[in-house]
């Protein structure tokens, strides 16, 4: 009798209170993936130096080094469906002002790097409380399930919704998909307030509430990174992340002209074929769980990022687009395989009470360097806008090599952790 039951505890459904944040974060994708899309080839209308479109690039990612971890300390203390529809209120803002200056034919690649910069800005606090609300909404045994969904939601509404209606609307009028992007950004901002409300607290004031006590103490920064650097585990992984996540943005960050001049795609078609390159990353968001459950957490964490520096270094390697663009599907895949089980570990292994700060702090280290490695992925596209897929790949090869016992020895957590992970918000329990 128990042992039937055990896998109708793993099929337990997510709940009424996921499933808002699931909507929330849909909508705020939907926004994402149309701007991602639309906004590097508004650049291409102001430039065609391959440096200054990696910069574009780079820029995105400059507000987790800069904010990363102010928003990681703000979501330990605040309501985080407050913060959520505030930041995407000032990204709605920011499009309605870049919409302006396109109509008013002002707009500079200088004023588009200001935008993008506020846009990332809105987007640490935005994505930063997503990951930490998942862990209050269901059980330790569902982690996998919940991130496999919102990955796979992620993956099908950028890259098969948002980035071909970005593309053809850009044909049509840059300034449609801004619009649009807006939009969705001010929608999934007031759909974040319909979380339940216990969630949306810190987990050391929700548990305080939930039995009637003062909230405890939170512990310290000091206690976070303490803890960060103390975990074995965590810290060379955080370090392995690191170089990995820099070495893909090396390769990615003139992949826009890669398309438009070396395999001369139509703009209006860029999105179409980058929504093929979404194929392989929705397979592996769709089936990463399963292949954890089957075959193990280190084992699918290993071949996952090998898989990833493969496939893109197969881009680097080959002069057919049809190729290029299986190569890319291929790495797309292996790296949706990764962010499952590597995102179920960190919301497990980190206490509850600090995973704000925590991922902030995660994800200011693992995106520090990226905007450096995207804008010298640039300079390299100069020679040949080849090359850095040839040498990004190498390098998340030869990572992945290295570091073969450290990604194995992640199936010792399966079954265990150094703090218990923090209790679902039971249902009912909306504002």
């Given at each position: 009798?128990?042992?039937?039951?055990?896998?109708?505890?793993?099929?337990?459904?997510?709940?009424?209170?996921?499933?808002?944040?699931?909507?929330?974060?849909?909508?705020?994708?939907?926004?994402?993936?149309?701007?991602?899309?639309?906004?590097?080839?508004?650049?291409?209308?102001?430039?065609?130096?391959?440096?200054?479109?990696?910069?574009?690039?780079?820029?995105?990612?400059?507000?987790?080094?800069?904010?990363?971890?102010?928003?990681?300390?703000?979501?330990?203390?605040?309501?985080?469906?407050?913060?959520?529809?505030?930041?995407?209120?000032?990204?709605?803002a920011v499009a309605a002002l870049?919409?302006?200056?396109?109509?008013?034919?002002?707009?500079?690649?200088?004023?588009?790097?200001?935008?993008?910069?506020?846009?990332?800005?809105?987007?640490?606090?935005?994505?930063?409380?997503?990951?930490?609300?998942?862990?209050?909404?269901?059980?330790?045994?569902?982690?996998?399930?919940?991130?496999?969904?919102?990955?796979?939601?992620?993956?099908?509404?950028?890259?098969?919704?948002?980035?071909?209606?970005?593309?053809?609307?850009?044909?049509?009028?840059?300034?449609?998909?801004?619009?649009?992007?807006?939009?969705?950004?001010?929608?999934?901002?007031?759909?974040?307030?319909?979380?339940?409300?216990?969630?949306?607290?810190?987990?050391?004031?929700?548990?305080?509430?939930?039995?009637?006590?003062?909230?405890?103490?939170?512990?310290?920064?000091?206690?976070?990174?303490?803890?960060?650097?103390?975990?074995?585990?965590?810290?060379?992984?955080?370090?392995?992340?690191?170089?990995?996540?820099?070495?893909?943005?090396?390769?990615?960050?003139?992949?826009?002209?890669?398309?438009?001049?070396?395999?001369?795609?139509?703009?209006?078609?860029?999105?179409?074929?980058?929504?093929?390159?979404?194929?392989?990353?929705?397979?592996?968001?769709?089936?990463?769980?399963?292949?954890?459950?089957?075959?193990?957490?280190?084992?699918?964490?290993?071949?996952?990022?090998?898989?990833?520096?493969?496939?893109?270094?197969?881009?680097?390697?080959?002069?057919?687009?049809?190729?290029?663009?299986?190569?890319?599907?291929?790495?797309?895949?292996?790296?949706?395989?990764?962010?499952?089980?590597?995102?179920?570990?960190?919301?497990?292994?980190?206490?509850?009470?600090?995973?704000?700060?925590?991922?902030?702090?995660?994800?200011?280290?693992?995106?520090?360097?990226?905007?450096?490695?995207?804008?010298?992925?640039?300079?390299?596209?100069?020679?040949?806008?080849?090359?850095?897929?040839?040498?990004?790949?190498?390098v998340v090869i030869v990572l992945?090599?290295?570091?073969?016992?450290?990604?194995?020895?992640?199936?010792?957590?399966?079954?265990?952790?150094?703090?218990?992970?923090?209790?679902?918000?039971?249902?009912?329990?909306?504002?």
């Amino acid at each position: 009798m128990t042992a039937a039951a055990e896998p109708r505890v793993r099929r337990t459904p997510m709940g009424a209170g996921f499933n808002r944040l699931w909507t929330a974060a849909i909508a705020s994708n939907l926004a994402d993936g149309i701007g991602r899309t639309a906004v590097p080839l508004i650049a291409t209308t102001l430039t065609r130096d391959p440096a200054l479109i990696a910069g574009l690039t780079a820029v995105t990612f400059l507000p987790w080094l800069l904010f990363g971890i102010p928003a990681g300390m703000l979501l330990d203390r605040v309501d985080r469906r407050i913060a959520m529809a505030v930041a995407n209120s000032l990204r709605f803002a920011v499009a309605a002002l870049l919409a302006g200056l396109i109509a008013a034919d002002a707009l500079t690649i200088w004023w588009l790097y200001a935008c993008v910069l506020l846009f990332g800005l809105g987007e640490t606090v935005f994505d930063n409380a997503t990951t930490t609300v998942v862990p209050s909404l269901v059980g330790r045994d569902q982690l996998d399930r919940a991130n496999g969904r919102m990955q796979s939601a992620e993956i099908v509404v950028q890259n098969f919704i948002a980035t071909p209606i970005a593309g053809f609307l850009f044909a049509v009028a840059l300034v449609l998909p801004v619009w649009l992007t807006g939009s969705g950004f001010l929608i999934a901002g007031l759909l974040a307030l319909t979380i339940p409300a216990a969630a949306a607290r810190a987990f050391g004031q929700q548990t305080a509430a939930d039995e009637g006590e003062e909230p405890a103490e939170r512990p310290g920064m000091g206690a976070v990174v303490r803890f960060l650097v103390g975990h074995r585990f965590l810290r060379k992984m955080i370090v392995l992340t690191s170089l990995t996540a820099s070495a893909l943005a090396f390769a990615q960050g003139s992949v826009i002209l890669l398309l438009l001049q070396t395999f001369s795609v139509p703009e209006a078609l860029v999105g179409v074929v980058t929504a093929g390159v979404g194929i392989g990353a929705l397979a592996g968001a769709l089936i990463s769980s399963s292949l954890v459950a089957r075959f193990g957490r280190g084992r699918i964490m290993f071949w996952s990022i090998l898989v990833s520096g493969v496939g893109v270094l197969g881009v680097g390697v080959t002069a057919n687009v049809v190729v290029a663009v299986l190569s890319y599907a291929i790495g797309a895949f292996g790296v949706a395989v990764w962010n499952v089980p590597w995102g179920a570990l960190r919301q497990a292994l980190i206490p509850g009470d600090m995973l704000g700060r925590a991922m902030g702090i995660v994800r200011t280290i693992g995106w520090g360097l990226t905007p450096i490695a995207t804008v010298l992925g640039g300079f390299v596209a100069r020679i040949d806008l080849r090359l850095p897929f040839v040498i990004g790949g190498a390098v998340v090869i030869v990572l992945t090599l290295v570091c073969t016992r450290l990604l194995f020895s992640a199936r010792t957590f399966d079954a265990r952790s150094s703090e218990p992970a923090p209790r679902p918000v039971p249902e009912g329990s909306a504002s």
